[in-house]
């Protein structure tokens, strides 16, 4: 860009993020739409991810109210700059770039841009302008029932409602280091929950499944995510965590039981600690194979007992190698069963996770892919929530 344009697109990006501060979530559509003209567009379309991550909607049209027609994440090349996270560009008629809506490394959605002629040499002001359109649907979104329910296709039942409000983003990540998860049913959730967070050059890592498939269950994983967090960020280790969601269980949900993995992996020495609940042992991918019995070690009794309670648990610890993944998972998935009872298995998770991945997929792409996988196998009618967690450890940068 010239030193004219970048003069043009500070002018641009500044005016929109000033008129969005005294805007409501329903004209950031139009408030779009003015940045895309003034950068030289002829029309544009915020599209976000559906829940489940299968469709792009697209935000009202704020001339005529138009919902829009959904596009496939699958089969379009929307659809692909989504899961790439690469801008992509068609020729037309009319020329259309597809701009990937990213927060951090977490997927939201993509601005679509219609130019005049020919689609740009240059894209770095129309990423730009994503990039910012990106932090304005996060803003908006965080108390906009409009942006929620336009990646909903159906309503959500209590527990699920409860559990993803309590939920992090689906993916983080850091130069090092790199975490992201699933959940299905995304709308019937019942009692798994997962949690990730990166300070101080360690990333924390959760994966809970508390006994039962109703509110109740949904309650006693959200207070298990409460108490780990609380306990975290007051300094609190491993051990800590593990006694406060036991010690909270007992006393305020006490006839609900929590199974857990809760681990922390330093990004500096790709030292991994962690302690299971009597949860599925936790796997160790390395290159395109499991290594066996890595991560395998004596399960503790599940959370709500008291048993943790009564003092400390064994933290275990082993060393990774770059490149490394962690993979944890719920018993939903590797119990899943099909028509003809077929299990989903272990095997069967590994093998199209690493799949995947060796393709080039990045790890959301990868951990979609197979939660769809999971899904189809069991002809989308999971009898039990599913949840699975995939950290990686890139020292230097992402791997993908």
């Not at 010239?2 to 008129?19: I, N, P, T, W």
């Not at 960020?233 to 949900?253: C, E, F, N, S, Y």
Request: proline letters at 6%; hydrophobic letters at 40%; charged letters at 25%.
């Amino acid at each position: 860009m010239s030193q004219s344009e970048e003069k043009v697109l500070g002018a641009v990006l500044s005016r929109l993020l000033a008129r969005s501060r005294a805007s409501g979530p329903g004209d950031l559509p139009g408030l779009v739409q003015d940045a895309v003209r003034a950068l030289g567009g002829t029309g544009t379309r915020v599209f976000l991810a559906d829940v489940q991550q299968r469709h792009l909607v697209p935000l009202p049209d704020p001339r005529t109210g138009d919902p829009g027609d959904r596009l496939d994440v699958e089969t379009t090349l929307a659809g692909r700059a989504y899961r790439l996270q690469r801008t992509r560009l068609s020729a037309g008629p009319p020329p259309v770039g597809w701009f990937p809506l990213v927060d951090g490394i977490e997927r939201i959605g993509v601005l679509c841009v219609e130019f005049r002629t020919r689609e740009p040499e240059e894209t770095d002001r129309w990423e730009a302008l994503a990039a910012l359109v990106a932090l304005l649907v996060l803003s908006k979104g965080a108390y906009s029932d409009a942006l929620v329910r336009t990646t909903r296709d159906r309503p959500m039942s209590l527990s699920a409602e409860l559990l993803w409000a309590f939920l992090p983003p689906r993916t983080i990540g850091t130069r090092d280091l790199t975490s992201s998860a699933v959940l299905e049913p995304a709308y019937e959730v019942g009692g798994d929950a997962f949690d990730h967070s990166v300070a101080g050059g360690r990333l924390h890592l959760s994966v809970f499944d508390a006994m039962g498939h109703d509110l109740a269950s949904g309650g006693a994983s959200s207070v298990a995510l409460a108490a780990c967090r609380s306990t975290r960020r007051a300094g609190g280790d491993l051990a800590a965590i593990a006694q406060a969601i036991d010690r909270t269980l007992g006393r305020w949900i006490p006839d609900r039981l929590l199974t857990a993995v809760v681990a922390d992996l330093d990004a500096a020495t790709g030292e991994l600690a962690w302690i299971n609940c009597g949860h599925p042992a936790p796997l160790l991918i390395r290159g395109r194979h499991v290594v066996a019995g890595a991560l395998e070690r004596r399960a503790e009794l599940p959370l709500g007992l008291g048993f943790h309670d009564r003092g400390p648990q064994p933290v275990h610890h082993v060393r990774l190698q770059p490149g490394d993944r962690l993979l944890v998972y719920t018993d939903g998935v590797t119990d899943a069963r099909s028509a003809t009872s077929e299990i989903f298995g272990e095997e069967r998770l590994t093998d199209t996770l690493v799949r995947h991945m060796a393709s080039g997929e990045p790890a959301p792409e990868a951990l979609r892919h197979l939660i769809h996988s999971l899904l189809a196998h069991q002809d989308h009618r999971l009898r039990d929530d599913a949840t699975i967690a995939l950290a990686e450890w890139h020292p230097g940068g992402r791997d993908g």
